[in-house]
């Protein structure tokens, strides 16, 4: 709400928010400030992080179905828009976008070895090729992403006018909170397994330091994956070296993969995004805490409806004030 998605002052203060939250991460770390993410509830996570899914899928619905609805409309004027908007479905993108959700689910169940979201975008661009060919690219009306720039991004700068600092402070520590818990979350998952300690502090260290660099080389605010994680460690990975040579491919793969972009269909990453929403949805342990546990389920739901009915920073807020006053 800040700036117009995708101008200059927008792309500045991305920078400056990532700024910003390397520099509260950080200084967190040098505080030995990590003890504070243990009275955090697990389930403000997965109430935001449900709301956030939520909230992608609802931003994708246009791309999904071919229609217009006005850009960055908020979740209930996106269900209002899209109920409007139903007589205009352009069903040949939406053919699109459903054939790269359902062989993405495909891939997923029945060939886990090759990579579910890749098998699903070539699948729907070839698919839209088909169309294009049999219909006519002028009646299926099917746009694509466009060409991207081959290269590594720019050197970049924060914007550290105070008005903008002002601007994104609120956003930036609620990505802090987010972000932190979240990696500490994960790192306590795979150290089950693992049998390893965890040093939440050098984790915050980490954070903030990989957030501070990255403002200046065009980076946006980063966290743990647990997608990443889970698969680095089921491959055998035992040191961060795992990471650095995961960085190095995957600066070769932009830079061998970056044209054939010109031919996604924007219909196809729709049906990617609403693959990688649900993924984020854990709904183990949302029935789990729904069961269980009243206040538990209070704090879930209290944060996943102000995901999707208030500010998304406000949200972890509330989830994070609640599940304080109740503990």
Known sequence: PLAEPGSAEYLSMVLTLTFLVGLFQLAMGIARMGALVNFISHTVVIGFTAGAAFLIMASQIKNFFGIEIERGASFSEVLAGF??????????????????????????????????LIGAMVTGSLFAMLLEFVFGSAHT??????????????????????????????SALAVMILALTEAVSIARAIAVKSEQRIDANQEFTGQGLSNLVGSFFSGY?????????????????????????????????????????????????????????????????IFSILKTSRQESA?????????????????????????LMLY
């Open 83 to 116: 109920v409007v908007e139903i007589p205009h479905i352009n069903w040949y993108v939406t053919a699109v976008a459903l054939v790269t959700l359902l062989s993405g689910i495909a891939f997923r169940r029945f060939v886990p070895k090759i990579p579910y």
């Open 141 to 170: 009306d099917i746009e694509t992403v466009g060409s991207l720039p081959v290269g590594l991004p720019p050197l970049s700068l924060p914007d550290f006018s105070l008005q903008t600092i002002q601007a994104t402070i609120p």
């Open 221 to 285: 605010a980063a966290s743990g994956s647990f997608n990443r994680s889970g698969l680095n460690y089921a491959s055998g990975a035992k040191t961060p070296l795992a990471a650095v040579f995961s960085a190095l491919f995957l600066v070769a793969i932009v830079l061998a993969v970056a044209p054939l972009a010109e031919y996604l269909p924007i219909a196809a990453m729709a049906g990617v995004l609403f693959l990688v929403a649900y993924a984020l949805i854990d709904f183990e342990h």
């Open 299 to 323: 704090v879930l739901l209290t944060t996943l409806l102000s995901a999707l009915f208030a500010e998304l920073e406000f949200a972890i807020f509330i989830g994070v004030i609640l599940s």
